[in-house]
Every structure is written in C-alpha cells, then in structure tokens.
Nanobody, 120 residues
Framework: QVQLVESGGGLVQPGGSLRLSCAASRSDFRFNAMGWYRQAPGKQRELVASITSSGTNYIIEPVKGRFTISRDNAKNTVSLQMNDLIPEDTAVYYC??????????????WGQGTQVTVSS
C-alpha cells in the first residue's frame, strides 16, 4: 500500500496563487500517471491536470494558462501551481496517482484531499 500526502491548500483572495504538493509514502513504488482532481460543493469530481512519467501533461481548459503541473519521478512527488485563482476554483483538491510497480499494488490511489477556497 502507498499513501499520498497533500499539502498547500488554504484561503486565498481572487487573483492570488497557491501551490499544492503531493508526496507518495513509498519511494520503492513507481507511478504511471499522477495528477489532481477537484470536487466543488454539489458537483462531481473532475480531473484538473495529469502528467505521465515521461512528462506529458494534460490540463483542462478552464485552468489552462493559470495552472501548471509538475512532478519529480525520483521523489515520487507531484505539484500543482495555481495562479490567478478565481472563486470558481474553490473546491477540495485530491492528489491522484496510478501505481505501475510493484505490479501487485497496481491501481489508482487518492490523497485525503485539501481545501482550496478563493474568496475576498
């Protein structure tokens, strides 16, 4: 088993920035895709951004140009830099990772979630 530990959420004014970080608890695991989902009140959880081990990334249109995803394969970490935040970005953000190795533990894993609130 592996845990994903998130940090960096909080309250920020519109136009502000936050950086979310997620670290896997096992350094001997290898991950395929890693990324971030979010869930706003009354809405379904949605993928915000993902990145493969080779660095190919995907970012949803509403946050393109404002959010940047990055990862460190050696440290098993993934980060989401969020700039020019707007109230519509308010949500619980979840770290997500797909375990590749060991194959016995392969599958999707989730962090516990971190609240991001954009409000004046």
């Amino acid at each position: 088993q592996v845990q994903l530990v998130e940090s960096g959420g909080g309250l920020v004014q519109p136009g502000g920035s936050l950086r979310l970080s997620c670290a896997a608890s096992r350094s001997d695991f290898r991950f395929n895709a890693m990324g971030w989902y979010r869930q706003a009140p009354g809405k379904q959880r949605e993928l915000v951004a993902s990145i493969t081990s080779s660095g190919t990334n995907y970012i949803i249109e509403p946050v393109k140009g404002r959010f940047t995803i990055s990862r460190d394969n050696a440290k098993n970490t993934v980060s989401l830099q969020m700039n020019d935040l707007i109230p519509e970005d308010t949500a619980v953000y979840y770290c997500w990772a797909v375990v590749l190795l060991p194959s016995t533990e392969a599958g999707d894993y989730w962090g516990q979630g971190t609240q991001v609130t954009v409000s004046s």
